[in-house]
């Protein structure tokens, strides 16, 4: 019998993790007290709602459909892997195993019969290819019933199988290879593939499943690309790259012959942050962070992306590979499901709204020219924002309210201005600010070189600040959007930066932050 034990807890006594939730409130918890756990997924028949739950040695079927008595009412014993993935299609459910321990045989892809729930012993069936496919990382299952296996035996990109003609003996279409495959998301005979190793997704047509054929790749920001999901309507990709400080960003996917990144954002809990998995629900993203918990970001906007909630089921603020690991938000109740690598299974109630938003643009109040990289910053809100290019900016809020700006240059004075912001509605301004004000780049550093420039293959920071560090400082570098691309901590008073990161040819700009003190901004050229 599998040990574990039930915790209660009701909403009224959430003290441990409600000090810094938002929008999101404690149903439910249900913890394991012998073994991890890794993914999840969702299922819901006959008016009860199901949690299946990934664990290091198996599946753990949770009925949470009364969320406060949430029970175990199967647990069917796997091979022991770290790495699980689970899908559903029709009244099955298929899970995908990692690496798994010495002695033991793998186990492929198992499927089990989800209208043998509650029985003594679940109806299962195991598919695998020998010398093919044995493991695999993730699956997802398209709306015509394709399977789609990645990260097969740790090589592979993707086996394609056909489940609908018979869901508990898959057929085998093809085994697409072009890349190694992390995971993927599938719609409309296109496949969003996460090549992590490279850094990038690939969109692959797979209208012939015989024959699927590249389409495009395009890198993410953190090169890392870890998960991906598309819009409803198709027109934007979301994707993670799974590493620390990293972000979420969506990509206008519309025209696959001109690919856009039009946002990033990443969670307010703390800049050493790992985004993990993220879904579309509706007008919103919902992810899951390593050691942050969840977040919910009111994407109806794909190039101004806002918080708009948060609960963190890891109370400890550390920077490390556990912690909320899968999230699954479209039972019939609206409940939200996460796995929690150390702190069991949550079920929480999510407060969907729209975002306050804030747009314009930066600047001259004597010339009227725009300004780039100007900082924008709502108090309160975690995070500035820079002018792009053409002085423009987007930022916004979580909730309504009457909000402090403050808008700093080197060079200018630095303006605080009062401003008004409604749930679901854009507030758009001009802020015009006054030259004159003593150079944040005199206070900052003595120095700052970047070279070569223009650049190929990498570029070199040398600099120095007039006095000892208090506290980290960063080196930033932007693209002409005004979007951060890269990011590196400096922790020494003076030193050398190698910034060596595979880019796309163009115009970006390079600045040294140091708390609300920036130095001057040196605009570079990749060719």
């Known amino acids: 019998m599998h040990i574990k034990y039930l915790i ?21 918890k249900f913890e394991y007290t012998n073994t991890d756990l890794n993914d999840i997924w969702g299922y819901a028949n006959n008016g009860k709602e199901y949690a299946l739950v990934g664990t290091y040695d198996g599946l753990s079927i949770v009925d949470v459909t009364d969320p406060v008595n949430a029970v175990e009412v199967n647990y069917l014993t796997t091979v022991n892997s770290v790495w699980k993935d689970i899908k559903t299609y029709s009244h099955y459910a298929y899970i995908t195993h990692g690496i798994y321990g010495s002695g033991q045989t793998a186990q492929g892809l198992l499927i089990v019969d989800l209208n043998t729930i509650g029985n003594e012993e679940m109806t299962t069936w195991s598919y695998k290819i020998d010398n093919v496919y044995e493991t695999a990382h993730n699956i997802f299952i398209d709306e015509n019933g394709i399977a789609y296996i990645f990260g097969v035996n740790e090589i592979g990109g993707a086996l394609i199988l056909n489940l609908k003609d018979d869901p508990t003996s898959p057929e085998y279409l093809s085994y697409y290879q072009d890349h190694y495959l992390h995971d993927g998301y599938v719609k409309d005979n296109k496949l969003y593939g996460c090549a992590d190793k490279n850094g990038y997704f690939v ?22 690309t870890h998960n991906a999901w598309l819009s409803d309507d198709a027109k934007t990709l979301f994707t993670t790259d799974e590493r620390i400080s990293a972000y979420i960003t969506s990509f206008d996917v519309s025209d696959t012959d001109n690919i856009k990144q039009l946002d990033m954002v990443r969670s307010r809990y703390s800049d050493q942050s790992i985004p993990h998995n993220t879904v579309v629900n509706g007008d919103f993203l919902i992810s899951s962070y390593y050691a942050q918990g969840i977040q919910i970001v009111d994407a109806s906007h794909p190039d101004n992306l806002i918080e708009v909630g948060r609960f963190d089921t890891t109370p400890e603020d550390k920077a490390e590979f556990n912690g909320a690991w899968g999230v699954y938000p479209y039972l019939p109740s609206g409940n939200i499901l996460v796995s929690d690598t150390e702190h069991g299974l949550f079920v929480l109630k999510p407060y969907y709204h729209k975002a306050s938003y804030l747009e314009g643009t930066v600047k001259d109040a004597s010339t009227n020219g725009t300004i780039y990289n100007a900082e924008i910053e709502i108090i309160n809100s975690g995070s500035p924002t820079f002018s792009g290019y053409s002085g423009d900016f987007k930022t916004g809020m979580a909730n309504s309210g009457t909000y402090d700006v403050v808008i700093k240059k080197e060079g200018y004075k630095t303006l605080t201005s009062k401003i008004v912001l409604e749930q679901g509605k854009t507030l758009n301004t001009v802020f015009k600010i006054e030259q004159g004000a003593l150079s944040l780049d005199d206070e900052l550093l003595s120095e700052i070189n970047v070279y070569p420039n223009p650049f190929k293959d990498f570029l070199q920071v040398d600099y120095s600040f007039r006095d000892n560090l208090q506290t980290t400082a960063h080196l930033v570098l932007t693209n002409i959007r005004g979007q951060e691309i890269y990011r590196l901590d400096i922790n ?10 595979d880019i796309d040819a163009g115009v970006y700009f390079v600045q040294i932050f140091n708390g609300t003190k920036m130095s001057r901004v040196v605009r570079v050229v990749k060719e």
């Open 8 to 28: 209660i807890l009701l909403l009224s006594f959430t003290s441990l993790y409600s000090q810094t939730d938002v929008n999101i409130s404690l149903l439910g």
């Open 203 to 224: 969109i692959v047509d797979v209208a012939d499943k015989f024959n699927p054929t590249d389409v495009v790749t395009s890198d993410t920001p953190n090169r890392t």
């Open 492 to 501: 020494s008073k003076e030193g050398s930066l190698l910034l060596d990161k």
